[in-house]
Every structure is written in C-alpha cells, then in structure tokens.
C-alpha cells in the first residue's frame, strides 16, 4: 500500500525535476518536428527521383531466403530491384534510411516477400506471401508466381 509520506516524497523530487526538463521538452519537441519535416521532404523527393522503380522484398526466413534467391531473383526482369532484410537490417542499394521508411510505411503488408513500386511520386505495395508459399510448399510451378510479379509492376495504378 502506498503510503502519503511516499507520495509527498516523490511529489517533492519529481516535481522539481519535471520544472527542469520544461526548457529541454521545449528545446527538443520542435527539433524533432522540424527534423521529421525535413526528412519527409528529402523522402519525397526520394520517391520522385525514383519515380518507376520496383522493389522485390524478401527476408532471411530461413524455409524461403534460399528458394527465393536460386529461383526467383535470377528470374526476376531487368529493373527490379532487390531489398533483403537480414533480420532487421535493410540491404538495399538505396539510401537505407529511405527504404525503411518505404517499409515501416507499408499499406498491404502481409509478411514477406514483398512487391514495391514508385509511381506518380507515391509508393504502392503489394504482399505475395500467400502465393509464394503456396508455390513453395506445393512444388507448385514458379511461372504463374514470375507473372504476378511482373504484372503487378506493369499495372499504371491510379492514385488518389
């Protein structure tokens, strides 16, 4: 149970330190805000310089890195390009602070792997983890699967 002497004494400490921390809360919360701004910006143009780019995403899920990288990057068209996550870290080659921020903004995430594509400076995405699963687990041919892919990156999707 707490007693009032406990709560008088941490109202007596905390309340001094609360009345320090005021100028840094006030120093540091539009810091943040304005380098948040300033990032959004850079992302957005990020998006815009690479306006048509498709991302292939895939994880190191151990039952799926190695199908993925013998049958399906080697597949994959010219112009896709890959992003593997090594855990929790991107391996891109592109700026990484900017992939992550394309992945941590995902809209269909169902797991991976994963389709990205830049269009009209706005990221679209799509999860193919459900048919790539579904060829993996049932020796299934990868053909059909190749053609979502590539279609999904051919679609010219209207954004809002």
Do not use: W
Not at 28 to 47: D, G, S, W
Not at 50 to 76: A, H, Q, R, T, V
Not at 133 to 160: A, C, E
């Amino acid at each position: 149970m707490i007693k009032l002497r406990d709560i008088l004494l941490i109202f007596i400490i905390g309340m001094p330190l609360f009345i320090l921390a005021i100028p840094l809360i006030i120093i540091f919360i539009p810091i943040k805000y304005l380098n948040r701004k300033r990032f959004e910006k850079k992302y957005a143009k990020f998006l815009t310089e690479n306006n048509g780019k498709n991302f292939f995403c895939y994880n190191n899920k151990k039952n799926s890195k190695d199908y993925i990288e013998e049958n399906i990057i080697p597949n994959l068209t010219d112009g896709i390009e890959i992003v593997y996550l090594n855990g929790k870290t991107v391996e891109s080659d592109y700026n990484i602070e900017f992939v992550s921020e394309a992945l941590y903004k995902l809209k269909n995430y169902n797991r991976f792997p994963h389709l990205m594509k830049i269009r009209n400076g706005k990221l679209i995405d799509k999860s193919i983890n459900n048919p790539f699963y579904n060829i993996l687990n049932s020796n299934k041919p990868k053909s059909k699967f190749l053609n979502q892919i590539h279609t999904f990156f051919k679609q010219n999707d209207v954004i809002p």
